[in-house]
């Protein structure tokens, strides 16, 4: 199966939604200041659940197979720079946080997120 660029970008994108979606265990990441106390609860209503609730998707197996994959795309860009500037469009974020994380101007950050996509595509089309 052939893939162009666009579709490229867009299970990038896929899959740093599916990433974020993921459930996250307590106690999975590191802990930051050591606090043991529960959560102080500063209003009644949220003592009884009041409030709306938060539902997350969860993402389906299928859905984390596809984000494996796509993740695994990112090997074949070779500069660190651009796997890293290609994620954080995928991510969402807008060109000038790019460029002030990597260090380059927005036309070379696009330029370079382009030839990335460009690799990509050889790599998985061969």
């Keep these: 199966m052939m893939l162009t660029t666009t579709q ?6 896929l899959a740093a939604s599916t ?3 993921l459930p996250n265990p307590p106690r999975s990441t590191p802990r ?7 959560q102080v609860i500063h ?7 009041y409030n709306k609730p ?9 859905d984390i197979a596809f984000m494996e994959e796509t993740i695994n795309w990112l090997r074949h860009v070779p500069r660190t720079d651009d796997r890293k500037i290609l994620w954080m469009r ?9 460029c002030i994380q990597v260090g380059l101007t ?13 690799a990509i595509q050889r790599a998985i089309n061969r």
């Design 43 to 49: 209003d009644v209503h949220e003592a009884y659940g």
């Design 90 to 98: 995928a991510e969402g974020y807008r060109w000038r946080p790019i």
């Design 32 to 38: 930051r200041d050591g606090n043991t106390w529960p």
């Design 54 to 62: 938060q539902l997350r998707a969860v993402p389906s197996a299928r």
């Design 8 to 13: 490229i970008v867009d299970r990038l994108e």
């Design 106 to 118: 927005r036309s070379t950050a696009h330029h370079r997120a382009m030839a990335a996509v460009l």
């Design 19 to 21: 990433l974020r979606r």
